[in-house]
């Protein structure tokens, strides 16, 4: 057992996701996302850690665990709930370097910082500029950003400072969390509530998100799009292996351009693909391909897509260039996360 492993263990998991009293919780993210996450930190002891989505309370103490009796670990949440339960639970532990605060994250939380290190168990729509301005001169931030304005298309990022800018040290393909909300939701939403052009509600949720939207004022194309893959006259089986589905959504991103659509369709299964207004054509997460028809100029497209993936080796986050560009909107001003294909690829 490594030392990671048995810091780790050393927070009973059990007392935050199924505890007693509260009853278990069922939308969390995965143990091992947010191990991965606390350990590409590297905290050290005495570290002054951020954390941004309080979720169940297990993250923080686990932060807490890594920055000693000598740290402080500030969790913030939009949910007036998570931080009430997470605030209590680490009570009965008797947990009291972590303070919980009801609080937007995508802001930070300016009254405790500068901070060593800063965690985002949210997807923003960008790195905000209030992360980088509370992180310290030697300060390290992981956050899971989004590569393209579409729901699930992200990569995992660690962050460092190069002479008060940000700077990508490290990119990797994984799964990555949920959007980040100006409020709380439901749990039982499942629409997302960033970048999707049409959506149904019955007779199952069901939605598509496209790259060509600003062609696409009313949304019509977008709901022909979907009507187009809710009763698909093709479809086909991918006579590839089984598919990385992480290296197919990135990779998909540069080869798709503005047409690369992200779709789910009532069964729960979701769809990488091209689509038009008029076609549409995508590959599911089994294999499956789903198109308007057999000839589609979707269908066409996409296949070559899956092609050049495959002539690339299926390329893992190495082999992509990942830069961020500095966005000025007042929306939320940051950088945004871009990649291309590297340099000699």
């Known amino acids: 057992m490594t030392a990671a492993d048995s810091l780790l263990g050393s927070v009973p998991e059990q007392h935050y996701i199924h505890n007693a009293e509260r009853g278990e919780t069922l939308h969390r993210s995965a143990p091992?996302?947010?191990?991965?996450?606390?350990?590409?930190?590297?905290?050290?002891?005495?570290?002054?850690?951020?954390?941004?989505?309080?979720?169940?309370?297990?993250?923080?103490?686990?932060?807490?665990?890594?920055?000693?009796?000598?740290?402080?670990?500030?969790?913030?949440?939009?949910?007036?709930?998570?931080?009430?339960?997470?605030?209590?639970?680490?009570?009965?532990?008797?947990?009291?370097?972590?303070?919980?605060?009801?609080?937007?994250?995508?802001?930070?939380?300016?009254?405790?910082?500068?901070?060593?290190?800063?965690?985002?168990?949210?997807?923003?729509?960008?790195?905000?500029?209030?992360?980088?301005?509370?992180?310290?001169?030697?300060?390290?931030?992981v956050a899971t950003l989004p590569i393209a304005e579409q729901p699930s298309t992200t990569l995992i990022t660690t962050i460092t400072l190069n002479e008060g800018q940000p700077r990508v040290e490290m990119a990797t393909l994984g799964t990555g969390y949920a959007q980040s909300t100006t409020a709380a939701v439901d749990d039982a939403i499942t629409i997302p509530g960033r970048w999707v052009d049409h959506h149904i509600e019955h007779p199952h949720p069901a939605w598509i998100s496209i790259g060509w939207r600003e062609h696409d004022p009313h949304h019509t194309g977008a709901r022909d799009a979907l009507s187009l893959?809710?009763?698909?006259?093709?479809?086909?089986?991918?006579?590839?292996?089984?598919?990385?589905?992480?290296?197919?959504?990135?990779?998909?991103?540069?080869?798709?351009?503005?047409?690369?659509?992200?779709?789910?369709?009532?069964?729960?299964?979701?769809?990488?693909?091209?689509?038009?207004?008029?076609?549409?054509?995508?590959?599911?997460?089994?294999?499956?391909?789903l198109a308007d028809t057999a000839n589609s100029p979707s269908l066409t497209a996409l296949r070559s897509w899956l092609g050049r993936w495959e002539q690339a080796g299926r390329p893992d986050a190495s082999w992509f260039d990942v830069r961020l560009v500095p966005y000025h909107g007042e929306d939320l001003p940051g950088w945004d996360l871009r990649i291309t294909a590297a340099t000699g690829t």
Do not use: K, M
């Open 32 to 141: 091992e996302a947010i191990h991965r996450d606390v350990l590409a930190l590297q905290i050290s002891d005495g570290d002054n850690v951020l954390e941004i989505g309080t979720g169940t309370g297990y993250s923080g103490a686990l932060l807490a665990a890594q920055a000693g009796r000598s740290g402080r670990v500030t969790s913030v949440d939009i949910s007036d709930h998570l931080v009430e339960w997470a605030t209590r639970l680490h009570r009965q532990r008797g947990l009291s370097t972590i303070t919980c605060h009801s609080a937007d994250g995508l802001a930070g939380y300016p009254p405790h910082a500068a901070y060593q290190r800063i965690v985002a168990w949210c997807t923003p729509p960008r790195l905000p500029r209030s992360w980088i301005d509370q992180l310290s001169a030697n300060g390290r931030l």
């Open 229 to 289: 893959l809710l009763d698909p006259r093709h479809s086909e089986t991918y006579h590839g292996p089984p598919l990385d589905w992480q290296s197919w959504s990135a990779y998909s991103v540069i080869a798709g351009g503005p047409h690369r659509s992200l779709a789910s369709l009532g069964d729960g299964q979701r769809g990488i693909g091209h689509t038009s207004a008029t076609s549409a054509a995508v590959i599911l997460g089994d294999g499956t391909i």
